[in-house]
């Protein structure tokens, strides 16, 4: 009996997973494919079902540069990192919370499932303050605390909290901050067991452009100086690192599919690249 | 991929049972395999674990005579009831609740269940008295009133219930009963959503040998007296039109086999005999 | 002594409103002054610290309009209701969730309040349907049923939840909702004591451009029949008879400016015109 | 827009102490005015509102003095102690609980607060013994214990818990405590952030008569010694000290005054002499 | 074995009352011994720890004689009624709640209770409005209404509450209540099922001296007309009347002596007359 | 007075032991006795209903003795130990958990108590692995780990849990484990204040065969060594030696007969052999 049997084997995966919670991180490419999008909401929504408590926090850089095309503004980046003046601050919250976020709420109500959408601001969730840089690259800022009440509440209750990353400053002020951060961050502070980035890459490659499978922490310098790990995957690889670093037991990089997440929670192959603390043995 | 698909399939009906109680009534014959309960074990558990409330009762009827030969002791029947004297009783006790239910307890929890097992006198479950009746037959009860605190306090902090069909008379005497009636009663009592009979038989036949997949509760009546229900099918479906009558949305007849419960509880294709109060629409 | 007299004379108010919920709606003319918006935010948080529970939502036309004209998009409008393409949605969402909702959170956080911003997606809190009507005009919606689950765990936790005006579609889709409307109606559902409409008038005001301090429900439709309430204040007068019909005990239709809402509630002098499903003796 | 205002600065303070506990002692010389006790109330009620925990203690020196007159009965003092025999015990046992904690609960309550009298004997609260000294003076005790489990209790529930200072001897037998002492013992017991004394006196005076504004633990052992304080004033300050050693932030010696509660409380300016453990600064 | 059958007969008495609320008034000449309050205090503590819920109320107008003598007052009475001017009422607060509330507190938690004084003013226990009546005789009072918050509080938190029959006056007064009446009242307001009054008679007496055992409520009227019951009795059967209506099922009149309520409670002789709604068979 | 007097004397012991748990273990020897487990389960009962809660444990080596003998099996023992072949172990299950339990259950319930019986597979409650030695003797089990998470939840709820000393194995095997052993072990873990042990005998013995009253730990040893102690008590005093050191205040040993229990709880003079960790002072 099919059903019968994987339902079987996903059962050794519920009873390992139950109560815990997983951030899952979404890049802006995943959002790009409609049908990506929908099996992800199915995702999270069997995760809640079977009793794992998903927090989702998404990115979003492609559909802010469209945005900004529209309003006749040209992006700029300064070391990756992208010059936010005010009314560019103004589009990132615009398209992060108005149009991304609301739309992975929409879908996975749609679904059935049952989202609260968040920006950092809620709850003062993301603490901000300005990134200290040598050139003033504006509204973009680092954040200083995570207060997780509010995420903690909401998932306590059996909703699936949707994030922007998006921090409060002091001063009132919106910052923008790395998503990949936000998420590692986030992980650490809600006492995550995993750590889920969705991306457009099937992980961390070789030079020669095979996939590593397995990482600890301790790793993850040598691959940025050596230049294993470029562009993109230097912020991925760091937050990862703080996540380990602040007790979040395993972090993956993942390519989004359709059910990818499934895949990765409910088999024994598991996808992408799985990072973690200390060499995991026997598994 | 497979994996995903089925546990897709199975949200739909995750999400429609989760919170609900469901009583299965394990048969004598059900117990014979050892990997029929192993894997009826694993669907309990896995029932629970998707926040499905599995309440387990036993019969054991086979057990109980062959234990009576090794006394030396030879049953006797009159209407279908077994003549039970006090000795005999006292190894009706033995069986059930020393033998079955251990048995069934200590293969949920070998699986990484957490079952408990319960007698109808712990906590006053089953109140019992003497079974009316032209002749005396002994310590055969009918249930007077059914105290579900018990019960629920279990399934409350997520424990299994393994319940033997033993009465608790006034007068501090055990009385046997019947395991579809406890099962029905039962299941009327805690609210359950599902009563589901685990069976030698494919489920109610006609007078053919083909299978009657769907029946209403004013249907019961009529089979009975037209014969095409007989003997040990006779009381299996009295005790579901009780329960059906005491708010049980659905009962069920399936032929014990590897996953029954799964493919009965999470496929579209069901299994066995579906019985219900009303005739349902378009499922 | 000054101080003390003044909150001896508010410690009536207090003990009068202490536990009850206020509905609080701003109009995008409210959200144009950022003094206002600080005294507006510091009254929102007196009101959470004396016990009272403030629930905002807002609007957001003048905003909508003006963003719709950065994108080169050109409103339209059919009796009253402004034409809404995907597009056009888009940028509603833009708006209102993103920018003006996340204004309102930034602002009550800054001033040491504790604001969530919340669209009627989140938690299904509005579920929508496509506005009827002899015209197509689009993702304009009307409320189906309100969900007010994450409103109340929000204000019993002590947050003070804000509102953008968007409804769920069964669909998925996103509906905009007129917002006097929305406040109206998550009055009604929360049970909600009061419903202030912050405007940029006096309140309703006769032919003569005097003030109606008082009117009772039954007197709405008769000033909207004999034109002394138009345009605007046509659906603001709706809104109220259905939160006074559906529990609520007092509206008030206030001008913004700064501290209105306390001048409202902790002073008997109050402000603007008052609606109540009665006459009130006496106060 | 004056109320507002005020509320607002308010606000600062309500923010601040919201959730803590402040004990308030009354000492004889405050109940002696209706119209000063009439605001006491008011205060109390309000600190109340804004979530607050006020806890009332009072002393009644003056009233028992006169009751022993009617009674025939002339006071004695021993090095400032009354000399407490059985009958002045049962005198001031009768003033203490039977008239003065009687008459405070009626003015709060009639002011519309719920005030709980409670001499302290009741929930074992001041558990007592005799004052060892040279000379017996009777049922003079002081303070082994103070179990406040019983005004945790009222004071959760939003009680305004009225403390007689009685203690209980293990002999049961009542004993007459020294109301600053009871009420800095219990102020340190409850982690009271306040200790508020409502004297006769404007605070702690310098020998020139001056107020002085600030104190800190330290210095009341010199100003004992050098004079400063003198009869009154040397055991309010040992009270003092006792309670800001046991965790209390800060202690206020304020002269009795309409509102002068709400005064020290919610204005920048105080009023009297404050006592804190270390130099505050910038305040 | 004595002891053991003691136990065990008691036994059945603790089953049938477990969790069930006494109200038990204490008159004015129980407490002038020593020994029967001991012994009274040690049966209350003794009713509480076998989980049944005493709430004691007292009288005490001997006391107030004997005070107001000392004070030089002479009392006077109309109908039965203590003529209760301004001071008048200052003694009776000072006698019955700093004085004998005080000392039954005392007595109770010398033996190991744990005991709480409540004026009928504590919590608005009381509220209560001057009596009515052809001639004013002062600060005498009738229940207006009883809000036995408090006292509910303190038993669920296992204290035994001791109550002073004072009411508070909308007008911030104090009334003096009939201790009886106050029991009635209380005892019917908190759900008692038993009430009992200690007194210094053996219960209710026919015109020739011998004991009437049992009545039922309708007898009251009649006994009280034909003069079987005079003076204090009738008060006493009157707010037996009342508690019976308003659902107390049993009440008793009892002699005074020590462990008279044990005895009453725990042994099926009982003592003294007990008066039900309808008659009770078999018992 | 005499039941007063009693009661009033066993107030002590009640107010002593409210809120604490006592393990009682039922030798097998106790349960010939109709007349004594009747006056054993009233005992338990009144322990319950004064706020002491009794944990059951039994025994019953004889009933497994008799019933090998009626299936035709002879009983063999190496060092004391029963050997436990697979069919052995059935009969083990089917007379303790079927039969014994059972039996105690419906007597407890009978008289008005509320029992739940358990084996100790259920809710894991004792895990075992097979007992090592150099000679196999089947399914003998030592404990490797306690989990009274099952008892708590009950003993919580009120509940009376009757506990059978079987284990269960990793294997999902059943093992028989000593009842002495299995009741200290349960004793420590549950922190139970008392450890009563229902023999045949009349407590240790000395060799001239006087009773022992007191004992402590320390002496344990010695008494083995030197041959006071033999063959059935040497299990009992090392079981009680690791409930001791495991946190257990007292253990006694004492002859079954009618209220045995009451006694050793409720009088001073108690009975059988009292072993303490140290030596007890002035009781």
């Known amino acids: 009996m099919k059903t019968a049997d994987v339902l079987i084997d996903a059962l050794e995966y519920i009873k390992r ?12 490419e995943v959002m790009m494919s409609e049908e990506v999008m929908d099996a992800v909401a199915q995702d999270l929504i069997l995760l809640n079902y079977v009793n794992i408590k998903p927090v989702v926090i998404h990115g979003g850089g492609v559909e802010i540069t469209r ?3 529209k309003f006749g503004k040209k992006p700029q ?4 990192l992208r010059v936010t003046d005010k009314e560019t601050m103004d589009i990132v919250k615009m398209v992060l919370v108005g149009q991304i976020n609301t739309g992975i709420v929409s879908r996975i109500n749609k679904h059935g ?4 959408g968040l920006s950092g601001k809620s709850g003062k969730l993301f603490v901000a303050k300005k990134k200290a840089g040598k050139v003033d690259i504006g509204f973009v800022g680092e ?6 009440d509010i995420v903690n509440l909401l998932i306590e209750k059996n909703y699936i909290p949707v994030v922007s990353p998006i921090g409060l ?23 995550a067991s995993k750590l889920i980035l969705l991306t457009d890459v099937k992980g961390v490659l070789r030079k020669d ?3 590593i499978k397995r990482l600890v922490a301790d790793d993850i310098e040598e691959l940025i100086k050596d230049g294993t790990a470029k562009s993109g995957m230097i912020p991925k690889l760091k937050a990862i690192k703080q996540a380990l670093d602040g007790g979040v037991k395993r972090a993956h990089i993942i390519k989004a599919k359709k059910h990818a997440i499934l895949e990765e929670v409910f088999t024994s192959t598991g996808a992408g690249t799985m990072i973690t603390k200390e060499e995991v043995r026997g598994e």
């Open 17 to 28: 997973f139950a109560g815990q919670t997983f951030v899952v991180k979404l890049g802006g």
């Open 67 to 69: 945005a900004m095309d």
């Open 77 to 80: 980046f300064i070391d990756g």
């Open 113 to 116: 499932g049952n989202a609260v």
């Open 143 to 148: 954040i200083e605390k995570v207060n997780p």
């Open 169 to 191: 400053g002091a001063d009132g002020e919106a910052y923008n901050i790395n998503a990949d951060v936000a998420a590692g961050a986030l992980a650490a502070e809600l006492g």
């Open 209 to 211: 452009g095979t996939l």
